[in-house]
């Protein structure tokens, strides 16, 4: 299997993070990537650098005035008088979630603390001077795993950090600025006429839902802690089924908290019917290890010898498949956690 990361994407590291009302230290640091870098090294996977595609990937799935606002919010928030270390919003805009349409007309108002507000969706998605830098790297990232695939490598893994599966088409939340999961998936369409992604990070993959919400050629499965008391809290429901001519093409299964590995294959085993009934011919796996027992900000239980059942799971599908990396922020499983999806996936060759 070949595997991508471009060292840009360690440049991103927030300070804060709001948690339960304090300002805390972060959960989504460098290091997590040098341990699953350090895993890859162990099973001696190369680790290919991406070339730099642009904001092409990106723009396929985001749209132009959030890349924008993204690129220069750093810049423009450091001169605001009393401008704290990051870009942090202060308010919030009302939003329907109207789901017919595909994402909101740009932000009205041109102040700073207005884009902010209207861009950034919760208080978990600080900018500093680096992370749209290390955004757009993730994005190339899954592109280039994506294009592994397509020129006919039977699996891919994309080494994304900052994640992606919470970020929509304009809006970033949940420490996810571009969306590596669905600039793979949408690349991947290029190909194959159907794709489908799975999800198994523990939170629920909002951002990617709404992307493909509407969209019948994308089907999207995720497979999540119970949203009712977990984030993102919102979504995640088995009643979004998609809409429009997605209608039937979102598939949410929630997990109960306290759930382990017997539960998650149950899941998968359900995600893998729907996936071969919607007839995917391709396969992007947003992979997460936040599920994990010893995960600091996880209420799941599943253990690291579980996902190894999981790789063979997902091998068993049959499918080209990128896998992309999600959450997972126990930095001293994370790495056996990957090893042990490795050791079940095999090469995929
Ligand atoms: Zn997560």
Same mark, same amino acid.
């Given at each position: 299997?070949?595997?991508?990361?471009?060292?840009?994407?360690?440049?991103?590291?927030?300070?804060?993070?709001?948690?339960?009302?304090?300002?805390?230290?972060? !959960?989504?640091?460098?290091?997590?990537?040098?341990?699953?870098?350090? &895993?890859?090294? =162990?099973? +001696?996977? /190369?680790? #290919? %650098?991406?070339?730099?595609?642009?904001?092409?990937?990106?723009?396929?799935?985001?749209?132009?005035?959030?890349?924008?606002?993204?690129?220069?919010?750093?810049?423009?928030?450091?001169?605001?008088?009393?401008?704290?270390?990051?870009?942090?919003?202060?308010?919030?805009?009302?939003?329907?979630?109207?789901?017919?349409?595909?994402?909101?007309?740009?932000?009205?108002?041109?102040?700073?603390?207005?884009?902010?507000?209207?861009?950034?969706?919760?208080?978990?998605?600080?900018?500093?001077?680096?992370?749209?830098?290390?955004?757009?790297?993730?994005?190339?990232?899954?592109?280039?795993?994506?294009?592994?695939?397509?020129?006919?490598?039977?699996?891919?893994?994309?080494?994304?950090?900052?994640?992606?599966?919470?970020?929509?088409?304009?809006? !970033?939340?949940?420490?996810?600025?571009?969306?590596?999961?669905?600039? &793979?998936?949408? =690349?991947? +369409?290029? /190909?194959? #006429? %159907?794709?489908?992604?799975?999800?198994?990070?523990?939170?629920?993959?909002?951002?990617?839902?709404?992307?493909?919400?509407?969209?019948?050629?994308?089907?999207?499965?995720?497979?999540?802690?119970?949203?009712?008391?977990?984030?993102?809290?919102?979504?995640?429901?088995?009643?979004?089924?998609?809409?429009?001519?997605?209608?039937?093409?979102?598939?949410?299964?929630?997990?109960?908290?306290?759930?382990?590995?017997?539960?998650?294959?149950?899941?998968?085993?359900?995600?893998?019917?729907?996936?071969?009934?919607?007839?995917?011919?391709?396969?992007?796996?947003?992979?997460?290890?936040?599920?994990?027992?010893?995960?600091?900000?996880?209420?799941?239980?599943?253990?690291?010898?579980?996902?190894?059942?999981?790789?063979?799971?997902?091998?068993?599908?049959?499918?080209?498949?990128?896998?992309?990396?999600?959450?997972?922020?126990?930095?001293?499983?994370?790495?056996?956690?990957?090893?042990?999806?490795?050791?079940?996936?095999?090469?995929?060759?």
């Amino acid at each position: 299997m070949r595997a991508f990361f471009h060292p840009d994407q360690q440049l991103h590291v927030p300070q804060q993070f709001m948690r339960t009302g304090r300002i805390s230290n972060p !959960a989504d640091l460098p290091s997590r990537t040098e341990a699953l870098l350090a &895993a890859l090294e =162990r099973r +001696r996977i /190369k680790v #290919e %650098r991406p070339k730099d595609y642009g904001t092409a990937p990106a723009l396929t799935v985001h749209t132009n005035d959030y890349l924008e606002f993204l690129a220069g919010a750093y810049g423009v928030w450091t001169k605001l008088p009393n401008a704290g270390p990051e870009v942090l919003p202060n308010c919030f805009p009302y939003w329907n979630a109207r789901v017919e349409l595909p994402h909101r007309p740009p932000c009205p108002s041109p102040h700073p603390i207005a884009q902010a507000g209207y861009y950034l969706g919760d208080l978990a998605v600080p900018i500093g001077e680096y992370t749209y830098t290390s955004s757009l790297a993730a994005t190339h990232t899954a592109a280039a795993a994506a294009d592994a695939v397509m020129a006919g490598e039977g699996a891919a893994y994309a080494l994304c950090r900052p994640s992606g599966h919470h970020a929509r088409a304009d809006r !970033a939340s949940g420490f996810c600025y571009l969306n590596n999961g669905a600039v &793979a998936a949408q =690349r991947l +369409r290029s /190909k194959f #006429e %159907r794709v489908a992604i799975l999800d198994i990070d523990a939170h629920h993959g909002d951002g990617t839902q709404a992307i493909f919400y509407q969209r019948g050629d994308v089907f999207t499965i995720s497979i999540h802690a119970d949203p009712a008391a977990y984030y993102p809290f919102f979504t995640g429901y088995e009643h979004e089924r998609g809409h429009g001519q997605g209608e039937g093409a979102n598939l949410n299964i929630p997990l109960a908290p306290g759930t382990g590995d017997a539960e998650l294959m149950a899941a998968l085993k359900r995600a893998g019917e729907a996936i071969v009934r919607f007839g995917a011919e391709a396969l992007v796996l947003s992979l997460g290890f936040d599920n994990h027992a010893e995960d600091p900000i996880g209420v799941l239980k599943v253990t690291t010898a579980g996902f190894q059942p999981v790789g063979k799971f997902i091998r068993g599908l049959g499918l080209p498949t990128v896998v992309v990396q999600e959450g997972g922020y126990q930095i001293s499983v994370i790495g056996d956690c990957l090893d042990r999806f490795f050791a079940g996936a095999g090469d995929f060759s």
